[in-house]
């Protein structure tokens, strides 16, 4: 078992330009989060989905963010266009269905200038 | 809406001095309280999951209780290898997943 493998670690581009981050879950895994972690905010939860539907985004910031998840072993996180203030580190996280605990991939740091 | 607010924000202890992390959380009802440990650069692991109040669970220095209130985490004679941020969260008994402490910042020096 390989764990949660987000691509890519390490991200910085420019104010404007579009990001995509992505996420392999464990394979069997149900549902599927993504967070972002900042030291003001610690982890927020942005969108999770079970079996590959989206059930809710209410944590997105706004327009700029899109995730998808077009299959049980992938999902994305675009930010399209980014933003000096959505610099953070973008946790994708997987686990099955109910109270079993989640698993967390490395995260990607995300800095736009 | 579900909270959860863990202090101190950061410890430093020495080596061997035993302390605790505390987790204060309002649920509207508790399945679960989850503690992961979190190293720089890397994403939370799993460490402990509590259920119910009176519930304690044990792993080498590191010890976890629940109460109605709040939960505990409990390092005996701890080494500078347990220096991580120890996050809590809670599931409550509806649908909305996971909700996360802002962590507790452990240094122990040798």
């Known amino acids: 078992d390989a764990g949660v493998i987000q691509s890519p670690r390490h991200e910085v581009t420019e104010m404007g330009q579009e990001v995509t981050l992505r996420c392999k879950p464990i394979?069997?895994?149900?549902?599927l989060f993504w967070y972002r972690q900042t030291m003001m905010r610690g982890l927020e939860l942005l969108i999770y989905f079970n079996n590959n539907v989206p059930i809710d985004d209410s944590g997105m910031p706004e327009d700029r963010f899109s995730a998808k998840m077009p299959n049980a072993s992938f999902s994305t996180l675009k930010i399209q266009p980014s933003e000096p203030r959505d610099s953070a580190v973008y946790f994708c996280?997987?686990?099955?269905?109910?109270?079993?605990?989640?698993?967390f991939g490395n995260g990607t740091r995300l800095t736009v200038t | 809406e579900d909270q959860v607010t863990q202090s101190p924000e950061a410890l430093r202890l020495q080596e061997g001095e035993s302390s605790s992390l505390n987790c204060s959380y309002t649920v509207s009802g508790l399945r679960g309280l989850f503690w992961y440990r979190q190293d720089p650069g890397k994403g939370p692991e799993f460490l402990f999951t509590l259920y119910s109040a009176g519930e304690e669970k044990e792993k080498e220095r590191l010890k976890a209780t629940l109460t109605k209130k709040e939960s505990f985490l409990h390092i005996t004679a701890p080494k500078p290898e347990d220096s991580a941020t120890y996050l809590c969260?809670?599931?409550?008994?509806?649908?909305?997943?996971?909700?996360f402490g802002k962590g507790t910042r452990l240094s122990v020096i040798a």
């Open positions: 969260a809670v599931l409550n008994s509806g649908n909305t997943p996971l909700v």
């Open positions: 996280a997987s686990g099955p269905q109910g109270d079993s605990p989640l698993h």
């Open positions: 394979s069997g895994h149900n549902s």
